[in-house]
């Protein structure tokens, strides 16, 4: 698969990271620590930049669908939408990935589990089973540190669950990503880009209450 201007743009994480991939590293690749609101557009000006190139140009997107900041992935799942608008006389191509899938590149160590942080009290828990896209499951996190001891992990910048002191941990970072060379084994075609949700969000239905005497 060739690419004039793939883009990757990947809010998943509280550092915001952006690039032009080739096809064993980047072209040009841009980390933002501020949020997504303020530096994702921001960052792919730079890039746009430094290549003396512009948004007209990008040819395919890889969009990060999580798991990860719900607003960040929202940022930048709006921002593929006007890539895909603003292109509309010609072909760009999506393709969406997800953090727990790409974070295995980023490691020497096999990893047959993966986990990271969830909602509040849950933990994703990837299973490689030979497959370069992961089955994944949601677990109550006291629950997946007990059954999955063994697991690397991505970092929770929340620290909504103390970690044992010997965690194996992954530093997400596309730097360590050997362009297309990692992203396209982990990545799928998608006709549009959506924040990953493995399970609906539910809420507790308001029951009135007659006010005491």
Excluded at 48 to 62: H, I, Q, S, Y
Excluded at 68 to 82: H, V
Excluded at 109 to 128: I, K, N, W
């Amino acid at each position: 698969m060739d690419y004039a201007l793939p883009l990757v743009l990947d809010a998943s994480s509280p550092t915001i990271q952006v690039g032009i991939p080739d096809r064993e590293g980047w072209r040009a690749l841009k980390k933002a620590e501020e949020q997504a609101m303020e530096s994702l557009f921001r960052s792919c000006s730079e890039l746009f930049e430094e290549l003396d190139t512009g948004m007209r140009k990008v040819d395919a997107v890889f969009y990060c669908e999580g798991p990860g900041s719900t607003l960040g992935l929202r940022i930048a799942a709006a921002l593929t939408r006007t890539i895909q608008w603003d292109g509309s006389d010609r072909q760009v191509a999506l393709f969406k990935y997800n953090a727990m899938d790409l974070a295995t590149r980023m490691t020497d160590q096999t990893a047959p589990t993966l986990q990271a942080p969830y909602r509040m009290g849950s933990r994703l828990v990837r299973f490689e089973e030979g497959q370069a896209i992961g089955r994944k499951e949601v677990h109550k996190a006291e629950d997946a540190l007990l059954e999955f001891p063994q697991s690397h992990h991505l970092p929770d910048p929340r620290n909504h669950l103390q970690l044992p002191e010997d965690a194996w941990m992954i530093e997400y970072d596309l730097g360590l990503v050997r362009g297309l060379a990692d992203l396209l084994p982990i990545s799928s075609p998608c006709p549009a880009a959506e924040p990953f949700a493995p399970q609906s969000s539910t809420f507790r239905k308001w029951q009135p209450q007659s006010p005491t005497a």
